[in-house]
């Protein structure tokens, strides 16, 4: 007899509770890691990898790079179509790609050999911070583990058509900060993806096709700053986050991206792709052709190394020309017969120089002992020169002079007989310094402690070289002052440790200028290619300022604002900008007044009076004024973060948090947003959210404790000690502050 507790129906539910259970279960743990049968095509495949691959970093296997997957899972390797497939469509755009950084990012022998080098000393595991930019399909495919089994036909094509086009999200944090969708060459308009397709199929459907490579995001800049953005993470150095370079960040906040109101000058919008891919005829066939013009594939910037290597001379030419495109200026714009008496330079005057030095009337005498000051301006650039990994790049000043014969009485920025630099050029380079003090000039950079130097010139902005000589005693006749601005893709050092030989790469002159004057009295010459007097004297001003010589600024923005009319306006906020430094906010406030009463709309100086309100207890009019500028700018960060201040100040804690919010909406990783939201979750009651916010500053801020390294690092290199100070005079024996 049975019971009647196990019925034929009851069996039955136990085993539909059981099934419903078990349905549940998986539908929880496949939405847990992402890896839903119908949603993720590679789960079997990423189990695969996962069984063997070393974990090292959590149970995210990208890290310590910021890239990811949509489905969070490995990729297998078919899926990265090789690059030589599209050619049969684009053979145009194959062509220059063949040639470029991009397609050689992974395979070119100097980041070979920097990446063999941390293979090396750390594991294969730590390139996955690399190769999510130089080689995604290895990240992606669980390649870069110990003992790994996945076959890497890859590895040639670097950065690859189908990488790059199958992006379909970022994150504003570099280092690979984007989400690589699946490879598909079709997508259909319900979402289906189709990896392998033959070419009849696509041109019977090229929206889908469309769908598959081209995306809004592709054109904006935060795709591209995906790369372009770089910093070494804890995970890397174990250690904590250290800033290589941000020119996405730095793209933003520039006169070219028109998210801010900030800048010196005004210029019209550009962006990425409409500097680095400018349209030019193709000479190959290729479908994707307008009127026979095409979006250049060869992104020609500043890298000669690689074609050079490769013996590319298009490519090479590409990048030459791009370089000496009047990116940069340079001009030997003053001269003082003495050195500043300081080394602020805030007692000097206008009246103690001798400038424009080309339209002035002066006499040298024999045995003078003369300061000329050079100023050189990132004109066109969009974001800061040199760009990015500045340690192992080279940019400097060459200036000479020289007598009527030819002989040399003066010379700064020479290439010594082995190649290497002149330890006191002045440069534009980045020194970075090991734990036990030395320096870390072959780009290790896992092994770095803290940064020593970093210069460069941003966007619209200007620095000023000075170089003091003497006139020969026995001097008559004509003296030639020359500079130039040298770059070469690799320091010496690097170069030489990663071919292992010595061999010369190129240089490239990017300005060049020359002055004559003679011994006795000169009189104003006409020099070629000079630019209006308004803006010499404007490119000085703000080499003045970011050389910390606020108070000269000041004269000097008082005298652009005399010559030219249509500056005037930003020439009185420059002025004000310049007294804030001072702490002389009565006189700023003033020079501010003037320009917002007579255009309420300058936002520039909106933004600036918002300060002096401030300054002053205004907070309700700073805070209007500052608003305002955020209707016009929702973009600028400068002022989102001082209405973030303000609202502290005004102990509205939630419209705050807000702005900070803001802040890290277009940059993650701004350490003073991070900062005040810690202070302001605390004042909230909301202690978890302040200890997130605290370890994330610990993380991002500068290390007090490495400042006696770096300290001890210059004061053992006079020569960079000299560099990493804004205010210094190369003489012709040594380099004074």
């Not at 801010?260 to 290729?286: G, I, L, T, W």
């Not at 002096?612 to 973009?635: D, S």
């Amino acid at each position: 007899m049975k019971s009647k507790h196990h019925t034929p129906n009851f069996s039955r539910r136990i085993v539909t509770l059981v099934l419903i259970l078990l349905a549940g279960a998986f539908y929880v743990f496949a939405s847990k890691h992402n890896e839903d049968p119908k949603e993720n095509p590679f789960a079997a495949y990423h189990e695969k990898i996962k069984a063997t691959y070393d974990l090292k970093f959590g149970d995210n296997p990208f890290l310590p790079s910021n890239a990811s997957t949509t489905t969070g899972s490995f990729i297998p390797g078919e899926y990265f179509i090789a690059s030589s497939r599209c050619a049969k469509c684009h053979a145009g755009t194959h062509a220059q790609w063949l040639e470029s950084a991009h397609r050689n990012a992974f395979r070119e022998p100097f980041y070979q050999k920097n990446v063999k080098d941390l293979t090396t000393q750390r594991g294969i595991e730590y390139t996955r911070h690399c190769e999510s930019c130089h080689n995604p399909a290895a990240l992606f495919t669980g390649a870069l583990t110990k003992d790994s089994k996945v076959k890497r036909p890859f590895d040639d094509d670097g950065v690859s058509c189908i990488g790059c086009h199958s992006i379909e999200k970022v994150n504003r944090q570099g280092i690979g900060g984007y989400t690589m969708g699946v490879p598909a060459l079709l997508v259909k308009e319900d979402g289906t993806r189709l990896h392998k397709a033959s070419d009849q199929e696509i041109m019977d459907d090229v929206p889908s096709h469309r769908r598959a490579m081209m995306r809004p995001l592709l054109k904006q800049q935060e795709f591209c700053a995906a790369c372009h953005k770089s910093q070494v993470p804890r995970e890397l150095n174990d250690y904590k986050f250290i800033r290589a370079f941000a020119v996405g960040d730095e793209f933003q906040m520039s006169s070219f991206s028109k998210e801010s109101p900030h800048p010196f000058y005004v210029r019209d919008q550009e962006s990425c792709n409409s500097c680095h891919m400018k349209k030019e005829p193709v000479a190959k066939y290729d479908i994707a052709a307008k009127d026979g013009k095409l979006a250049l594939h060869r992104w020609a910037a500043a890298n000669t190394a690689i074609p050079t290597f490769y013996k590319l001379p298009n490519q090479l030419e590409a990048a030459k020309k791009f370089l000496e495109n009047d990116a940069l200026g340079i001009d030997i714009f003053a001269l003082r017969k003495r050195a500043a008496r300081n080394g602020d330079g805030n007692t000097e005057t206008i009246k103690d120089i001798i400038a424009p030095l080309n339209q002035s009337t002066f006499t040298i005498n024999a045995g003078d002992a003369l300061t000329a000051d050079v100023v050189i301006t990132n004109k066109n650039i969009g974001h800061s020169f040199p760009p990015e990994l500045r340690d192992f790049y080279e940019a400097w000043v060459e200036f000479t002079v020289t007598d009527d014969k030819g002989k040399l009485i003066f010379n700064s920025g020479f290439l010594k007989p082995n190649g290497y630099l002149d330890d006191n050029a002045h440069n534009y380079k980045t020194y970075l310094v090991k734990e036990d003090g030395s320096y870390n000039d072959i780009h290790h950079i896992w092994k770095t402690k803290i940064v020593a130097q970093n210069n460069a010139i941003q966007s619209g902005r200007s620095d000023v070289a000075r170089y003091q000589f003497t006139v020969p005693k026995d001097a008559s006749g004509a003296l030639k002052l020359k500079a130039r601005v040298q770059y070469r893709r690799f320091t010496r050092v690097f170069q030489d440790y990663a071919l292992g030989k010595s061999v010369d790469y190129p240089i490239v002159t990017m300005a060049t200028t020359e002055y004559t004057m003679r011994v006795g009295e000169n009189v104003p010459v006409e020099v070629k290619g000079t630019l209006p007097t308004w803006r010499r004297w404007n490119n000085y001003g703000i080499a003045l300022f970011d050389n910390r010589q606020f108070a000269l600024a000041t004269e000097v923005f008082a005298r652009v604002a005399e010559l030219d009319e249509t500056y005037r306006p930003m020439a009185k906020v420059n002025r004000a900008l310049a007294l804030i430094e001072l702490d002389r906010y009565d006189e700023a406030g003033k020079w501010l007044d003037e320009v917002v009463t007579a255009n309420p709309n300058n936002m520039r100086a909106v933004f600036q009076q918002a300060r002096v309100l401030i300054k002053f207890g205004k907070l309700p009019e700073a805070e209007a004024n500052l608003r305002r500028v955020l209707t016009a700018y929702p973009r600028d960060r400068m002022s989102w973060q001082q209405l973030g201040e303000l609202c502290k100040i005004k102990r509205d804690y939630a419209s705050a948090q807000r702005c900070y919010e803001q802040v890290l909406g277009i940059d993650p990783e701004d350490a003073g947003a991070h900062y005040n939201l810690m202070l302001i979750f605390r004042k909230l009651g909301r202690h978890e959210d302040a200890a997130r916010e605290a370890k994330l500053f610990a993380d991002l801020k500068d290390d007090p404790a490495a400042f006696p390294i770096a300290n001890e690092f210059l004061r053992l290199h006079p020569e960079m000690s000299n560099e990493s100070v804004p205010f210094h005079v190369h003489s012709a024996d040594k380099t004074e502050r």
